[in-house]
């Protein structure tokens, strides 16, 4: 894929709604008010400032019990779930404090409703002026059901069966309402036309949905849509429903096949690739020196213990690896977890020769796609990165929050500019202008659905 001079990368920000990596929030400079509304409201200032897209909200819901049946290890280490707010929550005190960052939340179609998600989603792009993005996940745990009256999680591929049907409903009831079916008139009166907004009557094989929506249709028209399926079919729903891919890479030959694969995956549904924006995430280390960039790693290394790692794994992949020996390589697994992960980890394995208890180190404190060292190296390998079109920007990930953002603005921003790959104004004001994806026209899901229908 070749770029025009004129071309700039994207930069989201991956934030943790609590402690955030096992040994980043033990680092010295590492703040603790994650149930505290400035701490976020902070770092959202930070990366308005630093002109970042969007900031993205992953979430969990549970606290595992993966490693070794037991929830000990992610409360002991502070692992992904030992404790996590709501998303949409937490972004809406970011809403309040900023005028242009996007604001994305995960929320799973597996354990939610589509008129919640679509009304939640409706309402945040309003009170947000047009920021609001959805990051669609299908979940994949056990421990997730079991919170939700379910002994069991839904197979994979009916995960994707219930997701598909939910873009569906979502985007008939965010289409439920014309553009300009509010009228106000108080003379009239007449608040809201009743020719346009209509019930969308809905009945499939998940959902039965009367509609309409009691919230105007999104400013955006649609939310920003982003996805991180790694598996064949996950790939597949990316392609056909998602705005933005967030995938990581051990390396730029992974990368560059994987946008590769996905571009012409969502050529194939009939899409312009280049709305298919992909944003690997990156866990920059930064220094003003070589010699500060080491110190840092060796004190954020320190900080780890090889099981805090395998515990996020075990989660991830769906696989106890207390079972494993620890002196021995990660072992070759069938993973129902996040396949994307397993890759990852999988080629690191292979080309370090690592023990199982090194790759949980390593997993615990990794730096994808090795963004390590002082500001004009980072971005010489983003912009290596960006050029090979291997991404169409990155998801900047925290090895301790919120000063590793504070950071990256503080240092690499400013040589990204300089080399003028990444904005130093915001030229529109919502999520889309930031993305340069255009607001799509009602009913423009159906031509999705058509496409992939006469595909199969």
């Known amino acids: 894929m070749t770029r025009k001079n004129t071309e700039q990368l994207h930069l989201g920000a991956f934030i943790v709604a609590g402690p955030g990596r096992p040994g980043g929030w033990r680092h010295p400079q590492s703040e603790d008010g994650w149930l505290t509304p400035d701490y976020y409201r902070r770092i959202a200032q930070t990366l308005e400032q630093g002109r970042f897209d969007l900031a993205f909200f992953p979430d969990i819901l549970a606290v595992p019990n993966r490693f070794g049946g037991s929830h000990e290890s992610q409360l002991r280490y502070g692992a992904l779930g030992s404790l996590r707010l709501e998303p949409t929550q937490v972004l809406a005190t970011m809403a309040a404090a900023t005028n242009h960052l996007g604001l994305a939340a995960t929320k799973s179609t597996s354990y939610y409703e589509p008129f919640d998600i679509a009304r939640g989603f409706a309402t945040l792009d309003h009170l947000s002026g047009g920021r609001a993005a959805w990051n669609i996940v299908t979940s994949f745990q056990d421990a997730e059901a079991r919170n939700f009256s379910r002994e069991q999680h839904i197979p994979r591929e009916k995960r994707y069966d219930r997701a598909d049907e939910f873009l569906e409903v979502t985007h008939k009831l965010w289409d439920s309402w014309a553009d300009d079916a509010l009228v106000a008139d108080r003379a009239e009166p ?26 105007p249709r999104p400013p955006q028209g649609y939310p920003v849509l982003i996805q991180a399926g790694a598996s064949d079919r996950g790939r597949d729903f990316a ?82 690896l207390s079972v494993y020996p620890l002196d021995e390589p990660l072992p070759h ?20 020769g690592l023990t199982l208890a090194e790759a949980g180190r390593m997993y615990a404190n990794r730096y994808e796609g090795d963004f390590i060292g002082t500001p004009d190296i ?24 919120p000063g590793a953002f504070e950071e990256f603005v503080r240092l690499v921003v400013p040589e990204l500019q300089r080399r003028k790959l990444f904005r130093t104004e915001y030229e529109g004001k919502t999520l889309r202008d930031h993305l340069g994806l255009p607001r799509p026209e009602r009913g423009a899901w159906e031509g999705k659905s058509a496409r992939l229908e006469a595909a199969e």
């Open 239 to 320: 392609a056909r429903w998602a705005d933005v891919v967030f995938v990581t890479h051990y390396s730029l030959e992974s990368a560059v096949a994987f946008a590769r694969e996905m571009k012409a995956r969502a050529a194939a549904h009939g899409r312009d690739p280049r709305h298919l924006k992909i944003l690997p995430g990156i866990t920059p280390l930064v220094g003003e020196t070589q010699a500060i960039v080491e110190e840092k790693r060796k004190l954020l290394s320190g900080l780890i213990d090889p099981v805090a790692g395998l515990t996020t794994l075990s989660y991830h992949l769906d696989v106890d």
């Open 378 to 401: 980072i971005a010489d390998k983003m912009q290596e990165w960006f050029e090979a079109g291997a991404c169409d920007g990155f998801m900047v990930m925290a090895a301790w929050q």
């Open 333 to 352: 697994l069938k993973v129902p977890g996040v396949t994307g992960h397993y890759d990852e980890m999988r080629e690191a394995s292979d080309k370090a």
């Open 190 to 215: 007449l608040f809201a036309d009743p020719d346009k907004v209509n019930p969308i009557l809905h009945k499939g094989e998940w959902f039965t949905v009367d509609g309409p929506l009691n919230v």
